[in-house]
C-alpha cells in the first residue's frame, strides 16, 4: 500500500470519528429516506435541513452502517459526502459504482443505504434505518414503458428522433435532463424537454411527467421530408446557457439548423443532392450519411463540406449509408452490402470494413456493462468521498443491426463477429445503449443484450404499434412511432 492511500484513508477516517476537531454536533438521523431506482442509478430523498451536513453510506451489503462501509467486506460500498435532497448515486459519477443485479439473483444482493448528519465539523450521527432498492436495466422489464403525449402532427409521418444532453448524470441531484427533437414529413419539427427528478419511472407519483410536445419554426415554405437528427450541448452541465446545436436532414440532402431546437434555419447551400438518412454529433463536427455513399462534415451544422476522404475509402462502391453513431470523435457509419464506414477523427479520415452483403440500418456503441462485476479496488474521488468497489465490466464494443434481425458486433476496429443467433423478430428498426443493448422491432417488442455478444433476449414492449426510432440518453430510452407515439422508459 502506498503512502498517498494511507495519507487519504487516514484522514477520511479522522473526518469520520471528528478526530481533526469539530466545532458542531453530531444531529439526530433524517427521517422520510425513500429510494428509487433507475438504471445502473439510486435517487435518495430524505426530509431535508438545510443547517445540516448529510452524508451518504451505500453498499450492496445488508449489514451496512456508518461505520463498517470502509471495509474492503462490503460489495460496491462508498460515501456521498456534504449532500442535498434530493442526490442521485450515479454509476461512473465520482467513480461510484451502481450496478444492476440479476434478478432474483441472491448473490447479487440490493443496494442499501444510510445517512447520518453533522453540524460543523462534528462527526456524523446514528444513520438512519437501512433502506434498499435494487437498479435495473432501462426497457423492461422491471422498468416500465410509460407513454408520454401524442405529438400533435396531424398527418406527419415522422422518421426520426434525436438528443442533446443538457446535464450528466448527478447534476443538482437528478438525472440527465436533455431536450429530444422529432422529425418527420413535410418540416416538421417537435421538440420536449425532460428533466426527470428522480430516476424512477416517469410518473408523477415519483416526482416526473411524461413527455410534451412543442412545434418548431421551419423556415417558410420548407417541406423537405426530414428524416434524421442531432444535438449537442457544447456546455456541458449548464442548462441556463447550454450553448446548443441542432442538425437535421433529410430527403433530397435537405439540411436545417438550430441554437435552440425551436427555431430552424437553413443550412448554407445543399452540398448534395441525394437523400440524407442520418446525422450524429462526432465530437467536434456533425457528420451526415446518405444515398450513393455521400458523407457530410459540419462544425456548427450551417456549412457543409463532403467528405473526399470518405469517397476514397469507399473505394467507388457508393453504398447508401443508413445510420451512424458516434463516441466522442469515434464514429461508426453502416449501411447496404455490409458496408461499415469508421473514423476515429471526428470525420476527417475514413476506413472501410464490409461484412456480409447485409443491408445494415443501425449501429450503436456500449462502453460499460453496469450488469456485471471483476475485482475489488479502492478508489478516491474529487470532491470528497472513498469508494471501495467492485468495478463494472468495460466492454468497449460496437453492434449492428439490418432489418430482419441479423447482428454482428465488433470491439476493435473493423473487427465484426457475427451474432450467434438473429434476433427473434421480422423487423427491427433502431438499436441503442444505456448498460445494455436495446433493440426496438416493428411491432413496438425491445430487446436486450447485455454486451452485444450474448443473443438478444425479449425483455418488455414499449407500448407503440409502429414504431420508427429509438434514442437513449444514457439512463434510458425513449421509443418514437410514426404518428408521433411516444414511450420512455427509465
Excluded: K
Amino acid at each position: 500500500m502506498n503512502s498517498r492511500f494511507v495519507l487519504t484513508l487516514t484522514l477520511a477516517t479522522l473526518a469520520l470519528c471528528g478526530c481533526l476537531g469539530n466545532s458542531g454536533s453530531s444531529t439526530p438521523p433524517p427521517n422520510g429516506v425513500q429510494l428509487y431506482p433507475g438504471d445502473a442509478a439510486i435517487s435518495v430523498t430524505w426530509n431535508y435541513d438545510p443547517a445540516i451536513q448529510y452524508w451518504i453510506f451505500y453498499a450492496q451489503d445488508p449489514t451496512l452502517t456508518t461505520l463498517n462501509w470502509s471495509t474492503n467486506e462490503l460489495l460496491n460500498a462508498g460515501v456521498l459526502t456534504y449532500v442535498s435532497s434530493p442526490s442521485i448515486l450515479c454509476n461512473g459519477t465520482f467513480r461510484t459504482v451502481i450496478n444492476n443485479p440479476p434478478p432474483l439473483n441472491p448473490l447479487y444482493p440490493a443496494t442499501y443505504v444510510t445517512i447520518n448528519g453533522r453540524t460543523g465539523s462534528s462527526p456524523g450521527g446514528e444513520g438512519s434505518s437501512l433502506v434498499y432498492t435494487t437498479p435495473r436495466a432501462a426497457g423492461g422489464p422491471f422498468s416500465p414503458w410509460i407513454a408520454g403525449d401524442a405529438i400533435p402532427a396531424g398527418n406527419v409521418t415522422f422518421n426520426g428522433l434525436g438528443y442533446a444532453a443538457l446535464t450528466s448524470c448527478g447534476y443538482s441531484g437528478r438525472p440527465p435532463w436533455g431536450i429530444y427533437v422529432a422529425v418527420g414529413s413535410g418540416g416538421a419539427i417537435y421538440s420536449s424537454t425532460l428533466a426527470p427528478n428522480v430516476a424512477g419511472p416517469l410518473i408523477a407519483s415519483s416526482g416526473n411527467v411524461g413527455m410534451t410536445w412543442t412545434q418548431g419554426n421551419i423556415p417558410i415554405g420548407f417541406s423537405a421530408n426530414l428524416v434524421s437528427v442531432a444535438g449537442v450541448a457544447t456546455s456541458g452541465n449548464n442548462p441556463a446557457a447550454p450553448n446548443l446545436l441542432f442538425a437535421a436532414v433529410g430527403n433530397g440532402g435537405a439540411m436545417l439548423r438550430s441554437v435552440d431546437g425551436q427555431n430552424w434555419a437553413l443550412a448554407n447551400g445543399n452540398p448534395t443532392s441525394n437523400n440524407l438518412n442520418a446525422v450524429a454529433w462526432g465530437g467536434t463536427a456533425f457528420i451526415a450519411v446518405g444515398d450513393q455513399g455521400v458523407v457530410l462534415t459540419s462544425p456548427d451544422g450551417l456549412t457543409w463540406t463532403p467528405s473526399t476522404n470518405a469517397a476514397t475509402a469507399e473505394q467507388n462502391s457508393a453504398p447508401n449509408l443508413n445510420a451512424i453513431h458516434c463516441t466522442a470523435n469515434s464514429c461508426v457509419a453502416v449501411g447496404s452490402n455490409g458496408a461499415t464506414l469508421w473514423t476515429s477523427d471526428s470525420g476527417a479520415q475514413w476506413a472501410m470494413y464490409t461484412f456480409g452483403t447485409n443491408n445494415w440500418i443501425g449501429v450503436a456503441y456500449g462502453n460499460q456493462d453496469a450488469n456485471a462485476d471483476d475485482t475489488a479496488v479502492v478508489n478516491f474521488p474529487v470532491g470528497g468521498g472513498v469508494t471501495i468497489t467492485v468495478q463494472n465490466e468495460a466492454i468497449n464494443t460496437w453492434v449492428v443491426v439490418d432489418g430482419s434481425g441479423n447482428y454482428a458486433y465488433a470491439t476493435s476496429t473493423g473487427g465484426w463477429i457475427a451474432g450467434s443467433s438473429p434476433i427473434a423478430t421480422s423487423s427491427v428498426v433502431g438499436i441503442d445503449y444505456t448498460t445494455r443493448f436495446l433493440a426496438l422491432d416493428g411491432s413496438g417488442n425491445a430487446w436486450a443484450s447485455e454486451n452485444g455478444i450474448n443473443p438478444f433476449l425479449l425483455v418488455g414492449n414499449s407500448g407503440i404499434t409502429n414504431p420508427t426510432s429509438l434514442r437513449s440518453n444514457g439512463q434510458g430510452y425513449v421509443a418514437l412511432g410514426v404518428s408521433g407515439t411516444n414511450a420512455s422508459s427509465f
